[in-house]
């Protein structure tokens, strides 16, 4: 008994101990250290906009929309891209709300207090409309086939032209006569799947290369040019070394890099 | 499995072999309690006041009863520690440095998750990083146990290493001391260089809080709706009823019968900034590799980009896990006078690391025929969860490596693993860790097998088994038979009652209880089967698609891994107490050789077999038959 309870005293002290040196002296010190030789990193290697005012930071993603802009991996960080809620989808290669997609019911409130318009909603898109959505943004031929037949795209299209969305995913996963995409050219893996974190900042260069001549298209310049940008150093790493890891194009650098072209 | 893949595995074991001496002969001295090395300037001094300060004499020597008493009185006073800073996070002071977020206190079922994962080494996480924990949690609270956890296993398997080479002896070592020196001399140093070199990668190291950067580029998302008490908001809608199998249900007249579904309320939200991340991370993702601990700074671990800038942060992440466990073979060759013994066993581990590498990797480069079919290109391989700086073969190679050893950080989420790519980690851990292993774990559950081989071989030609000099009796093989069920048992046991019950989180809509899957058909019983492995072989990574963070799962995963590291070391150690009793007997003719291409090739089979006979058919319903209906266009 006496062993105990001397045993229980040490250990409180061991704890409390253990808890100023490696949790107390240990991180400031690298706190310290890190600030003085790599302040920029520590600092979250952030990238300053023309007011001083950060626009971002070069290890992290950002979601981009516009087709004047490279667009980055689809992310399941959050609602995209959300530095704050980083993660992958954790979706298993069958499951079906990955390849088909899944929609959902929400409610919008409407133009009267308290009433709502409920409708249909896409909730997870899936590789199929990714795979879709790729082709159509970058100009490459595909065939949507129903029951093993090619169908016409208006079937699933609106009046304005567009793509109905959840038409599509319901069309996906009907197990009767199932929907599916078949594009002309291979599409990359990196374009249409996930990342681990969400916030992946890099794009594989023959992503970057397909999406190319829509961003010259919409910038008005030429396809050289942002060609040009992508090979840049700056954006596009190579293997660490020579050997290690793979090589990548940074989105947002990129993106950064051809608005300061524009704005010359 | 292309050349620049290679190249990378060649370059890895390479490192890893050329350290593994030098670092074992350091290693040698830091667990000799005279042992003296070249940071003796700076750390003895903080020695002697640690010994002082706790009141603990560094001369004497304990045997294995008092070892394992201070080992679990001091698990439990650290254990309790971190429970009590996780439900006061948001009542300690300086909240304005330590938790800038406000981030409110940790819920009571996680926080016992959290305190029973830290204090096993396992770093489970039912949570969320960066969402959950405030900066003084993830400092002190978490950051402890990545040290101490580990000064803990190193100095198990000291123990029991000392077990073996003495003889006739008592004692066994002093807790104490191994848990001093090895955070001091081991632990600290590397740490301290490692972390810097971290930074200089891109790695974050402050106390700011998150900054916000204004987006180029800003997009309309929905968010649901979120009352005065920040509740979701929902409203209700009539459908008709369905039963289980979906079908509509109608009453005696053929009226459809309609019931009120809820139906979320959403608003529209701009997007146009970015928070983005910050805090002590260097620090910390330093012991959380060497020390095999595996606890993520963040939600997504060393796939997020800070925590894993480049592919050189991401080599060296990797090379620290197997650091200390392949050091630790050298030490245990040096200490039992047999140094081929020591390398049989490293290679042992090297051979079941190999094989997992180049399963992993082929059937993740072979990626999925259900993106094939959609004309994503096959040549990329599976790159759904996986990062572009990594790719494929760095992918494979992490997730083996944290599996091999109980480290459990990702660096790609092994829940969008092709069904064979992620069953290789799920085995890993299955098998016990023991390829390199956790820090200390690693080597002494390996020792486990190599008696159990020694016992098998003993058998075979049928004589008494000897073990470097020492009879194998009864209670030792009951110890050891022991480890081996006390596995089998939690991961089994707890899967199988986790499968027909629902262990899981309401859903918010239907209100009724789930079992937390992410993924239906065979891969939601694989993230099942998953989470009681890591959590009993104390490793941490997740096929995290399973919504953990639910008063079911919280507590049965809480209390697996305090089996899975508890009923397993106190075994050990009275192992390690017996064997360090007996007296040596002179090796003769009949003594089977514990070094050279048959040991280690016996086992390897030991270790497959013992896995295999346990393990396969709960793998068949998982990751070997979703395999197939993959290879079938089987989706669910």
């Known amino acids: 008994m006496k062993t105990i309870i001397k045993e229980i005293t040490t250990s409180v002290l061991a704890t409390l101990l253990f808890a100023i040196v490696c949790c107390g002296i240990y991180p400031v010190l690298i706190w310290g250290a890190s600030q003085l030789l790599f302040s920029h990193q520590a600092n979250g290697s952030l990238i300053e906009g023309s007011d001083h005012k950060p626009v971002g930071s070069e290890w992290l993603g950002q979601n981009f929309t516009s087709a004047k802009y490279f667009q980055p991996r689809p992310s399941s960080a959050g609602t995209g891209y959300d530095a704050a809620s980083s993660g992958g989808s954790n979706l298993g290669p069958t499951s079906k709300k990955f390849i088909n997609g899944t929609t959902k019911t929400i409610a919008l409130p409407g133009k009267e207090a308290g009433k709502y318009e409920i409708s249909d909603v896409v909730d997870f898109d899936g590789i199929k409309l990714r795979v879709l959505g790729y082709c159509d943004a970058n100009n490459i031929a595909y065939e949507l086939i129903q029951d093993g037949k090619p169908v016409d795209q208006k079937t699933f299209k609106n009046e304005k032209g567009e793509y109905d969305q959840v038409k599509l995913i319901t069309a996906f996963n009907d197990d009767a006569k199932p929907l599916t995409v078949k594009p002309a050219s291979l599409i990359p893996g990196d374009a249409v799947t996930g990342s681990a974190s969400g916030l992946d900042p890099h794009i594989s260069v023959k992503n970057a290369l397909l999406q190319a001549p829509r961003v010259a298209k919409e910038r008005k310049i030429s396809v050289d040019v942002v060609k040009a940008e992508i090979t840049n150093t700056k954006v596009t790493a190579g293997p660490q070394f020579g050997i290690l890891g793979e090589s990548g194009v940074n989105v947002l650098i990129l993106n950064l890099a051809l608005d300061k072209l524009a704005a010359k | ?636």
């Open chain 2, 1 to 636: 499995m292309n050349t620049s893949g290679w190249i990378q595995l060649i370059l890895f074991v390479g490192v890893l072999l050329a350290i593994t001496k030098p670092l074992g002969l350091y290693l040698c001295k830091v667990l000799d309690a005279d042992g003296k090395t070249f940071l003796d300037p700076v750390f003895k001094p903080l020695e002697r006041l640690t010994y002082k300060l706790i009141g603990v004499d560094a001369k004497k020597e304990h045997d294995w009863k008092v070892y394992t008493i201070s080992m679990l009185l001091f698990s439990l006073v650290g254990m309790l520690f971190t429970y009590a800073i996780l439900r006061l996070q948001a009542a300690l002071p300086f909240q304005s440095l330590f938790n800038p977020q406000k981030l409110p206190a940790v819920g009571e079922h996680l926080a016992f998750n959290t305190a029973a994962s830290f204090t096993t080494n396992t770093n489970w996480q039912s949570y969320s990083g960066e969402g959950t924990m405030s900066y003084f949690s993830q400092m002190v609270a978490l950051a402890i146990h990545n040290f101490t956890s580990a000064a803990v296993g190193i100095g198990i398997a000291a123990a029991l290493v000392r077990g073996i080479a003495r003889h006739s002896a008592k004692t066994i070592g002093n807790f104490w001391v191994d848990l001093t020196r090895v955070t001091y001399y081991l632990l600290l140093p590397i740490c301290i260089v490692f972390a810097i070199v971290l930074v200089s990668q891109g790695m974050i190291q402050n106390f700011k809080p998150f900054d916000s950067a204004t987006l180029k580029d800003p997009f309309t998302a929905q968010e649901q709706q979120k009352d005065g008490s920040s509740n979701p908001v929902f409203t209700t809608k009539q459908v008709q009823k369905t039963d289980e199998k979906n079908n509509p249900v109608t009453d005696a007249q053929g009226k459809p019968v309609m019931v009120a579904q809820s139906i979320p309320v959403m608003v529209d939200k701009k997007v146009d900034t970015q928070s983005i991340v910050q805090g002590p991370m260097a620090s910390q993702v330093a012991i959380k590799m060497l020390g095999t601990n595996g606890g993520g700074y963040t939600n997504a671990n060393a796939a997020q980009p800070f925590e894993n800038p480049t592919p050189l942060s991401n080599f060296l992440q990797m090379l620290s896990i197997f650091a200390i466990p392949s050091a630790l073979t050298f030490y245990l060759g040096r200490m039992v006078k047999n140094q081929k013994h020591g390398w049989a066993v490293w290679a042992a581990m090297f051979a079941l690391f190999f094989g997992g590498v180049m399963v992993a990797w082929h059937y993740e480069a072979a990626g999925n025929p259900n993106l094939a079919a959609l004309g994503v290109d096959p040549a990329d391989g599976n790159m759904e969860g996986k990062e572009v700086r990594f790719g494929i073969f760095n992918s494979a190679l992490f997730a083996t490596i944290t599996t091999d050893a109980s480290c459990g950080a990702v660096n790609s989420m092994h829940d969008s693993f092709t069904p064979i790519g992620g069953l290789i980690p799920m085995l890993n851990i299955q098998l016990g860790e023991v390829v390199f292993g956790g820090v200390g774990a690693g080597l002494y559950g390996m020792l486990i097998y190599v008696i159990i081989a020694v016992f098998i071989a003993g058998l075979m030609v049928g004589r008494t088994p000897e073990y470097l000099g020492k009879k194998i009796e009864p209670y030792d093989m009951k110890m050891a038979s022991f480890v081996i069920l006390i596995l089998a048992f939690s991961i089994l046991g707890f899967s199988a009652w986790a499968s027909v019950t629902k262990m899981g989180a309401p859903d918010p809509i239907t209100q009724q209880l789930t079992d937390g899957t992410n993924n239906n058909g065979p891969h939601g019983f694989s993230e099942i089967l998953y989470a009681y492995s890591s959590c009993t072989g104390n490793n941490g990574s997740a096929f995290a698609g399973l919504t953990a963070n639910a008063p079911g799962y919280d507590t049965t995963l809480g209390f697996a891994t305090l089996f899975g590291r508890f009923a397993m070391i106190v075994p050990i150690l009275a192992l390690a107490g017996s064997l360090a009793r007996k007296k040596l007997v002179a090796s003769s003719a009949g003594t089977f050789p514990v070094s050279g291409t048959l040991f280690t090739c016996l086992v390897v089979g030991t270790v497959l077999l013992v896995g295999a006979l346990t393990f396969v058919p709960a793998l068949v319903l998982g990751p070997v038959v979703e395999h197939f209906l993959m290879h079938g266009g089987k989706l669910f």
